[in-house]
């Protein structure tokens, strides 16, 4: 079966867009392949800086031929109809059309159409430039002489050249002929921009993929990085160091390199005075090298690791010597803002440093930074109790938490802000749970990260995410659909998280409307889910009057999930539903809602006065576990309803003959619902 | 504080999955690269020319280094200009790119624009940093096919051996609030240093630029830096001359920095700042609107002195800016009174005939 071989060269694309394009361009031309009835065996993207590619294996030569049948109108039918089934069916004549009868319809016209699938590469020339044309590029651009014109074609960067074959593995492929905007496919491609010369003919996938590794391309992705991330090890560990591994900065940097060579190089030990963070940053951002860690220590080596695109002539000495340049400026740099803190931070009374946050908008609606640190700051001082922390303590390091954002280390690298923090409490010798609460009160910065457990912390980090809520609720700033610019999600499940994971009793009503409270309820429903918990349990929880405290609402739906797990449960939750449904159909008819008001003469079966003694003896009770938030005992409490109920619905007729009686019975059934109702809203139970 | 929350799990779509069993029979194993494995230089790839006397190479002296640039882009067809003679903050600001880029007509041009950040000033104590510094500009409109060969043989040119160096296109979309415009194209890095600019202009004064332009910046300081293997920008040699003869780029430029830096940060007059400010502003629209021909505006006779309030207005913002008199509230509608009398000025330019409207 034949193959596809397609390449996009052009110039350097962004190295964040690389595997998303790729990834597209594969299921942009597959789907549209299959969805001409051309299906294939597998398919593999390819990208480099310079090259966006597909291998399409297995792909029949021509589209699969296809007989479809036309009805058309009866024998005799007026002229008019005839003409438009002869155009609908690409005929010329009705006598290319077959007559059938049908004993209903009589005679009737059906045209028999035969078409010929077409050949791939035709199919493939078609799809291709399409493909190309409104490629999902998160940003594109025009160039050129061409680029007058307003159907000009966008690229993420200038386009050059186009390579598509198409053929047998035996046979020499074919070019898959076709032109957009001016630019015709091919059978050649370039190597390595300074490694190669001119311009190389391919075949095929395998053709094209080791002439370009002898060109000094290696045209996978994940093998770059591999080849990266293998060679680095080996060079720390011939030092005796170890890498400190970036997933992140791999990716990138797999995406700036056609050739990775690694290289290592050294600074200044002096260096090494500033945080391992912030030199960690400083190379990191500004330099895409990685950084190294002496195992010893624990703490960064004065090396780094670069990766070049070039095997250089001299070996990579002259590369090494530049990058070192580099390193050793903006480590300069980074020392510089190290110290002007370190002294600024000395001579500047905290108040003082802070009044300059009156200068900083938070947010046009929301007044100033100093405004923000001041609220956050009192409402710290109201959370400590809570979460065991000291009200003064927590209110002074709520003040101390933002102030290193006007930091020079801070103003360069941001990532590091609330770190520089710690390290500059520290180095005022201020209590160490102030650094602490300025590192940790971020956190936790989404579902994986860490939440903080010191008292001081929990309630800076709580008032920092309140402050921010309760602020964009005021001013109906909340996410919508997919839209969330403040990272609202995440600040919510932050606090949902460290109410739970630090096991605090915080009412939330306290401090959020009711609509705010609804959006805890939604990131707790998704935070249980992923814990495994399920979501129905969460919403009959929740439509509880006066669910304001996560924990308990969290310990209610742990006990009812195992509560529904026995017999008791299963079967309880049946009978209310049961009583539920029937109240909800006899309602209806009546036009009203019972509540209450059995009266125990109309009591006449025994079933019905059991029923109604339990209920009458475990209400009390029920009320009492639940208000000593003994959420099992409750369970169990409700447990011993299971068997009146059932009792009850077998031997009892609600709607009786006599009105009267029916009514009482309706009655008992809402004393049903109203017991369940105290533990959780069965009737938002699934099953 | 409002950052974008981080999509931790995006970069994970960059793992490409088979679609099928059946490829992995396509692939076929390749050895690793052999990474010691040297390349073997054709040819020596600097093409400094050997005819220059040792006090004229590139790579020996700053204005050695701007006259191979000259005459690498003389050759190449661009006029070479001389600065503009007001105070900008980059190249672009130079009517010969701004201005020029807006049009169907085609325009290559190339210059040095010694350029203000006032804000960037260290008094003379930061080896990278200036508050006055030269940039060279190359403005090619429509943007040549082979425009990245074109700024690699002039890195040739002024002594990179690209078969010795590591230079990298890094992604980095251009973006000028002020001038309301913006491209796509990347920093150019030498060994890990920022060298140049490459943009493909898409927008200017808010106008679609039709045909494209491409622009290269060169920090010259930069450059020459490193290629004469210097530390400190102060250490520069500027005319390649040694002993007595040696002017160095500190001896030029040095007391210029700490006067600026006194000037920029402490002693600026904003009261006449701000009064400038309001008198550039108000004397553009004026121009803009004398400029038009008739009531029909479809015709500008001045465009080009409306912008050069512009490009005061720009300037005495970022004194301002300096010198931390204007809020960060303020500073938004700063740049957008500068933008739009930039738009305004790039409005007028298409109604002239070096903007593409031909005199009737």
């Known amino acids: 079966?034949?193959?596809?071989?397609?390449?996009?060269?052009?110039?350097?694309?962004?190295?964040?867009?690389?595997?998303?394009?790729?990834?597209?361009?594969?299921?942009?031309?597959?789907?549209?392949?299959v969805e001409r009835g051309l299906v294939y065996e597998g398919a593999k993207a390819f990208v480099t800086p310079r090259r966006l590619a597909l291998a399409v294996h297995g792909l029949p030569a021509q589209q699969p031929d296809t007989h479809e049948e036309r009805k058309g109108p009866r024998v005799g039918a007026p002229q008019g109809a005839i003409d438009g089934f002869l155009k609908a069916a690409g005929l010329t004549s009705i006598d290319q059309a077959s007559i059938e009868s049908d004993p209903k319809k009589g005679e009737f016209y059906v045209a028999r159409l035969h078409k010929h699938g077409r050949p791939t590469p035709d199919v493939v020339a078609e799809i291709v430039p399409a493909v190309i044309r409104a490629f999902p590029w998160p940003k594109s651009m025009r160039w050129g002489k061409g680029s007058t014109s307003p159907n000009a074609l966008r690229w993420v960067r200038p386009l050059q050249s186009i390579l598509c074959t198409f053929g047998p593995e035996t046979e020499e492929p074919e070019v898959v002929a076709?032109?957009?905007?001016?630019?015709r496919s091919g059978d050649t491609t370039r190597?390595?921009?300074?490694?190669?010369?001119?311009?190389?003919?391919?075949?095929?996938?395998?053709?094209w993929m080791a002439k370009l590794e002898a060109a000094f391309v290696v045209v996978d992705r994940e093998r770059r990085?591999?080849?990266?991330?293998?060679?680095?090890?080996?060079?720390?560990?011939a030092q005796g160091l170890e890498l400190v591994e970036d997933a992140g900065l791999l990716d990138e940097i797999s995406g700036l390199v056609e050739w990775p060579v690694v290289l290592m190089g050294s600074f200044d030990p002096a260096f090494l005075d500033v945080p391992d963070e912030v030199v960690r940053a400083t190379i990191r951002a500004n330099q895409k090298c990685f950084v190294l860690k002496d195992p010893a220590t624990g703490r960064l080596a004065n090396r780094f690791i670069l990766v070049s695109n070039l095997a250089a002539s001299d070996g990579g000495a002259a590369i090494i010597a530049g990058n070192e340049r580099v390193i050793r400026a903006r480590l300069s740099d980074a020392k510089f803002f190290w110290e002007t803190d370190k002294k600024t931070n000395a001579s500047v009374s905290l108040e003082d440093r802070l009044a300059k946050f009156g200068n900083v908008t938070f947010h046009e609606k929301l007044g100033s930074q100093l405004e923000r640190i001041r609220r956050i700051a009192a409402l710290a001082k109201t959370l400590a109790p809570l979460a065991g922390a000291d009200p003064e303590l927590a209110e002074q390091a709520a003040l101390y938490a933002k102030s290193d954002l006007r930091t020079e280390v801070v103003g360069e690298f941001p990532e590091v802000q609330g770190l520089m923090g710690r390290y500059y409490a520290d180095l005022e010798k201020l209590d160490p749970a102030i650094g602490l609460a300025a590192e940790e009160h971020y956190k936790p910065q989404g579902p994986t990260d860490r939440v903080p457990t010191a008292p001081v912390s929990v309630a800076v980090a709580l008032a920092d995410k309140l402050d921010t809520l309760t602020g964009f609720w005021a001013i109906d700033e909340k996410p919508t659909g997919s839209k969330d610019p403040y990272a609202l999600r995440r600040a919510a499940l932050g606090v949902v998280r460290i109410i739970l994971e630090n096991g605090l009793t915080v009412k939330l009503g306290d401090f959020a409307e009711p609509d705010l409270l609804s959006f805890f309820a939604d990131r707790l429903k998704v935070h249980l889910r992923e814990a495994g918990a399920r979501h129905d349990l969460v919403d009959a929880v929740f439509a509880l009057p006066g669910q304001d405290d996560?924990?308990?609402?969290?310990?209610?739906?742990?006990?009812?999930?195992?509560?529904?797990?026995?017999?008791?449960?299963?079967?309880?939750?049946?009978?209310?539903?049961?009583?539920?449904?029937?109240?909800?159909?006899?309602?209806?008819?009546?036009?009203?809602?019972?509540?209450?008001?059995?009266?125990?003469?109309?009591?006449?079966?025994?079933?019905?006065?059991?029923?109604?003694?339990?209920?009458?003896?475990?209400?009390?009770?029920?009320?009492?576990?639940?208000?000593?938030?003994?959420?099992e005992a409750a369970m169990a409490l409700i447990a011993q309803l299971r068997a009146p109920v059932d009792a009850f619905f077998e031997k009892v007729t609600v709607n009786a003959e006599d009105p009267a009686l029916r009514v009482n019975r309706l009655r008992l059934l809402a004393d049903i619902r109203a017991a369940t109702r105290s533990i959780a809203d069965f009737e938002r139970i699934e099953g | 504080m409002g950052r974008a929350p981080q999509d931790d799990g995006a970069q994970d779509a960059a793992h490409l999955p088979w679609c099928h069993a059946g490829i992995a029979t396509l692939i076929p194993a390749l050895p690793r690269p052999r990474l010691r494995r040297l390349f073997q230089p054709t040819a020596g790839l600097s093409m400094i020319d050997p005819a220059l006397p040792p006090h004229m190479r590139p790579d020996k002296?700053?204005?050695?280094?701007?006259?191979a640039l000259h005459a690498f882009w003389a050759d190449k067809g661009c006029v070479v200009l001389q600065p503009y003679d007001m105070e900008v903050g980059a190249g672009t600001f130079h009517p010969a790119t701004t201005l020029r880029a807006l049009g169907p007509l085609p325009w290559k041009a190339a210059y040095v624009q010694p350029s203000r950040r006032p804000k960037d000033g260290r008094y003379g104590k930061n080896p990278n940093r200036l508050q006055h510094y030269y940039q060279y500009q190359v403005i090619l409109k429509p943007s040549p096919a082979d425009l990245q060969d074109l700024y690699l043989a002039s890195l040739s040119a002024i002594g990179i051996d690209l078969k010795l160096h590591d230079v990298r296109f890094v992604e980095d979309d251009w973006e000028s609030p002020t001038l309301g415009a913006w491209g796509l194209g990347w920093e150019c890095w030498c060994d890990g240093m920022e060298v140049s600019q490459f943009t493909y202009f898409q927008q200017v004064a808010g106008f679609e630029c039709a045909p494209v332009a491409g622009e290269l910046t060169y920090g010259l300081e930069r450059l020459a830096m490193y290629v004469q293997g210097v530390e400190n920008v102060y250490d520069l040699n500027f005319n390649g001359r040694e002993g007595d003869e040696k002017v160095t780029y500190g001896d030029v430029f040095l007391q210029a920095e700490e006067e600026y830096s006194r000037h920029n940060f402490e002693h600026a007059d904003t009261d006449m700042l701000f009064e400038q400010f309001r008198m550039a502003e108000s004397a553009a629209a004026k121009y803009l609107e004398a400029g038009w021909e008739d009531g029909s505006k479809s015709r500008h006779l001045m465009a080009q002195p409306a912008y050069d309030q512009c490009i005061k207005a720009s300037h005495v913002f970022n004194l301002l800016d300096a010198r931390g008199v204007i809020s960060v509230t303020e500073r938004q509608s700063y740049i957008l009174r500068v933008r739009e009398l930039a738009k305004a000025c790039g409005a007028a330019w298409l109604a002239t005939a070096a903007g593409g409207t031909p005199a009737v």
């Open chain 1, 191 to 207: 190597g390595h921009r300074f490694l190669s010369d001119g311009t190389i003919r391919v075949r095929r996938l395998e053709d």
């Open chain 1, 550 to 631: 996560l924990l308990l609402v969290v310990k209610r739906v742990e006990a009812l999930g195992r509560f529904l797990a026995t017999e008791d449960g299963k079967n309880l939750l049946a009978g209310t539903k049961r009583a539920a449904n029937i109240l909800r159909i006899e309602e209806k008819k009546d036009g009203v809602a019972y509540a209450g008001g059995v009266d125990v003469v109309l009591l006449h079966e025994p079933e019905e006065r059991a029923l109604a003694d339990s209920i009458a003896a475990l209400g009390p009770q029920i009320e009492q576990a639940l208000v000593r938030e003994d959420f």
């Open chain 1, 225 to 237: 990085k591999d080849i990266i991330l293998n060679d680095a090890k080996d060079l720390a560990l």
């Open chain 2, 61 to 67: 002296s700053f204005q050695g280094l701007i006259l």
């Open chain 1, 178 to 183: 076709f032109e957009v905007d001016g630019l």
């Open chain 1, 1 to 33: 079966m034949p193959d596809l071989l397609l390449e996009l060269f052009c110039e350097e694309i962004p190295a964040r867009m690389q595997a998303g394009a790729a990834e597209s361009l594969r299921k942009l031309v597959t789907d549209a392949l």
